[in-house]
C-alpha cells in the first residue's frame, strides 16, 4: 500500500486497496506488484504462481 501510494499518491490509495481486497485464500495465488500505471485491475504478467 505504501509503494502505491508513493508511485500514484492519492490513487495510490485505492490502488492499495483494492489489492489488499484481492489477497484471500481462494484468490489466484501469485505476486501483485505496484503497476507504473494506474489500474485497479491485477497486472497481466503477475498472475504467475511463485
Known amino acids: ?3 502505491a501510494i508513493q508511485k500514484h499518491g492519492a490513487k495510490g ?3 492499495g ?3 489488499i481486497l484481492r489477497c ?3 484468490s ?3 505476486e501483485d506488484p505496484v503497476p ?3 489500474s485497479l ?3 497481466a504478467t503477475s498472475k504467475k504462481s511463485h
Open 28 to 30: 489466484q495465488s501469485g
Open 1 to 3: 500500500m505504501i509503494e
Open 36 to 38: 507504473d500505471h494506474f
Open 17 to 19: 486497496l483494492a489489492r
Open 24 to 26: 484471500h485464500p481462494w
Open 41 to 43: 485491475k491485477r497486472n
Open 13 to 15: 490509495v485505492l490502488m
